[in-house]
């Protein structure tokens, strides 16, 4: 059965750090794209970073891009996302999602269960 589990959220401040973590199992974690999305209350969900199976080639929406970092360790089958310089807006659940591809395809095959991240200002 395939799997992904993140961790990492919680609280943090206006201008701090956090980084998240996304675990795969059940799948050959290099053979796949991997992704972080996240959904505020009341809002759709949106996908902030995409990083391909080497992890050669990362892509980030607007909104996180130069504040955020994706990478990945395929010996730890583990997917890390870097936050720097937070902004309350950053408040959501984020979730990581495995790329039906190698390469960031916009096509989703499983997610994880998300984790929260809350940023007070």
């Known amino acids: 059965q395939v799997q992904v589990v993140e961790s990492g959220g919680g609280p943090g401040q206006a201008g701090g750090s956090l980084s998240l973590a996304c675990t795969g199992s059940?799948?050959?974690?290099?053979?796949?794209?991997m992704a972080w999305f996240r959904q505020a209350p009341g809002k759709e969900r949106e996908g902030i970073a995409c990083?391909?199976?080497?992890?050669?080639?990362?892509y980030y929406g607007d909104s996180v891009k130069g504040r955020f970092t994706i990478s990945r360790d395929n010996a730890k089958n583990t997917l890390t996302l870097q936050m720097n310089s937070l902004k309350p807006e950053d408040t959501a659940m984020y979730y990581c999602?495995?790329?039906?591809?190698?390469?960031?395809?916009?096509?989703?095959?499983?997610w994880g269960q998300g984790t929260q991240v809350t940023v007070s200002s």
């Open positions: 999602a495995v790329d039906r591809y190698n390469y960031c395809s916009g096509s989703w095959t499983t």
């Open positions: 059940g799948l050959t974690f290099d053979d796949y794209a």
């Open positions: 990083i391909n199976r080497s992890g050669s080639k990362t």
